[in-house]
């Protein structure tokens, strides 16, 4: 997977922009496009992000982002079929392997003989040392103050990229202008999507505003909620996101 954090990397070299310019115009965070850079794709929380990432940041760098996820999809693909060899192959040594001499009735009887005479021990110890039983009780029954995400990743606290997380299937062309956190993601007053492209993904921290020039040929997923029909075809609709959900524009 290293191979399409290559491209996009060495792209990006070449047009001279840094990952903060992408994170700029993209709104990505920086730990996710350094993540792609170094195609260690495991980093973005699910399937759905990695590609969009994936693809805003071809769009970024000039290049064709379906072409890049066609690719990303074939390694993919051939790791997880090398990976199912790999294990099948293992299973096989493992079923192929020779047996114990050692698997016997009497090794059987031998494991039960002294399995009892250590449960007789700790009975005996159990009813003539009665304190330090306790004290070891009282331990390990004691409350333990424990703060159960202190070492978790952020995105297992939240399970979606940023606080506000939008991604946009396109079913028909649409125009779409986005604004993240008062900084517009694409240039030039918007972009046209056509329904061949693929996923796309926003992300912002405070507020996020949509403008689509077709709502009905597009459909948004906010934090992981579907939106359902957001208007009808050929009219101009506004909708406005925060952390808490989508708000009036």
Do not use: C
Request: hydrophobic share 40%; no cysteine.
């Amino acid at each position: 997977m290293k191979e399409i954090g290559d491209i996009l990397r060495k792209e990006r070299e070449k047009k001279g922009l840094t990952l903060k310019d992408v994170q700029e115009v993209t709104k990505i965070r920086l730990r996710y496009l350094e993540a792609i850079d170094e195609g260690d794709f495991e980093v973005i929380p699910g399937e759905v992000y990695r590609k969009g990432f994936i693809a805003n940041y071809a769009n970024v760098v000039g290049l064709d982002a379906q072409a890049i996820l066609e690719k990303y999809h074939d390694l993919k693909t051939a790791l997880e079929e090398q990976a199912r060899q790999e294990q099948l192959l293992l299973e096989q040594e493992e079923n192929t392997a020779p047996k114990s001499y050692l698997n016997n009735d009497w090794i059987k009887g031998v494991y039960l003989g002294v399995a009892g005479a250590l449960a007789m021990v700790l009975l005996i110890s159990f009813f003539l040392i009665p304190s330090l039983h306790k004290s070891k009780t009282d331990v390990a029954t004691k409350p333990v103050e424990i703060n159960e995400l202190q070492d978790l990743p952020d995105y297992t606290r939240n399970s979606f990229p940023a606080p506000i997380t939008v991604t946009a299937e396109f079913k028909q062309r649409v125009w779409v202008e986005v604004i993240a956190d008062g900084e517009p993601i694409f240039m030039r007053n918007g972009r046209t999507f056509e329904p061949s492209e693929p996923v796309q993904v926003w992300t912002a921290q405070q507020e996020m505003e949509i403008k689509m020039g077709n709502p009905a040929g597009v459909e948004l997923t906010f934090n992981g909620q579907k939106l359902g029909n957001l208007g009808p075809a050929g009219v101009v609709k506004t909708v406005k996101f925060r952390p808490s959900g989508m708000v009036a524009p």
